[in-house]
């Protein structure tokens, strides 16, 4: 009889916990994006909340929330520190959310998150307005290394941002002298190359195809292994002589300690909505450059990554 009855007390328990899990979300979930709208990440982060709410059924519904500053850390630090019911969840963007880890400068730590998955994958690009003298990248290399110093590059990120490092490795491995100038989020650097503000600067492709093909900027060279398809026109740093690759991931992380369950279900909405052709279709359109990883491979890609900043910090310390 206590067989039975132990039998019958299991059977109301798990009945009891499993329709709370299938019936995740019961109410809004908010996606924090560490930057201001209408950069690359609030796009992306717009985008794919769309097909995830559509992908997590149940009525679901996410609310991109823009937390600016820092470079990015008043958003992650918000993210890290959010109650793990899975009500919270936020757009990452490594380098530079390991690079504030590397440098002691974070109030967080990678333990802080659980990766969900990574959406994009943005080399970084270095350009110059429409009435530049500079018409290649040996005419800037060159002019930097004849006046030391005084050519200014602005970034669309703060200091230890993918863009920042770039540029220190580019000074490392071409002997050139770029000063950086920190503009904090991709519009306001946008704005500056226009308006001639700055006589450089970088960002990352998919924030610049539209400058570009109005002619308003030039690509002096992408900061990936290959051309792109986006701008299949554009060099790369390396085929003009310079090994120097930078690239921006966006993913998607919660807080340490949410449940395992609604980790998962975030995850298979994620891949679901990244296999879906209405998005495709959209993130096609609007030129996002895609790049899917799972939680698993996306946790290996964040560490390797930290790994390969503690190594750049060694040797060329950003700040």
Do not use: C
Not at 236 to 256: C, M, Y
């Amino acid at each position: 009889m206590r067989m039975k009855t132990w039998l019958l007390g299991s059977l109301i328990a798990s009945i009891a916990v499993f329709p709370a899990a299938a019936e995740y979300p019961e109410k809004p979930i908010e996606m924090i994006v560490a930057f201001a709208p209408g950069g690359g990440t609030d796009v992306a982060a717009r985008s794919i909340a769309l097909f995830m709410e559509k992908h997590l059924g149940n009525g679901a519904r996410i609310a991109v929330i823009n937390k600016p500053g820092a470079g990015g850390e008043i958003g992650w630090t918000t993210l890290a520190r959010a109650n793990p019911d899975g009500y919270t969840i936020g757009m990452i963007n490594p380098p530079a959310f390991n690079a504030l880890v590397v440098e002691g400068k974070a109030k967080y730590t990678m333990d802080n998150f659980q990766p969900i998955g990574n959406l994009v994958y943005d080399p970084g690009i270095l350009v110059v307005g429409k009435n530049s003298p500079y018409k290649t990248l040996a005419d800037i290399m060159e002019a930097s290394k004849a006046a030391p110093g005084a050519i200014v590059v602005g970034t669309s990120g703060a200091a230890g941002s993918s863009e920042h490092i770039g540029i220190l490795n580019l000074n490392r491995l071409a002997g050139t002298t770029f000063t950086p100038a920190f503009f904090g989020s991709t519009a306001p650097v946008r704005q500056a190359i226009l308006g001639g503000h700055v006589p450089a600067a970088t960002m990352n492709l998919s924030e610049a195809l539209q400058l570009v093909r109005s002619g308003d900027i030039r690509i002096l060279g992408i900061m990936a292994d290959q051309r792109q398809a986006s701008m299949p026109d554009a060099p790369t740093f390396k085929e003009q002589g310079v090994d120097l690759i930078v690239t921006t991931s966006r993913g998607i992380a919660a807080p340490a300690g949410v449940p395992p369950e609604m980790v998962a279900k975030l995850e298979a909405a994620l891949e679901a909505a990244m296999k879906d052709s209405d998005y495709l279709a959209s993130a096609q359109k609007a030129e996002i450059p895609l790049h899917y990883l799972n939680a698993t491979d996306y946790k290996a890609l964040i560490a390797k990554i930290t790994a390969d900043l503690t190594e750049t910090w060694k040797v060329t310390p950003w700040r």
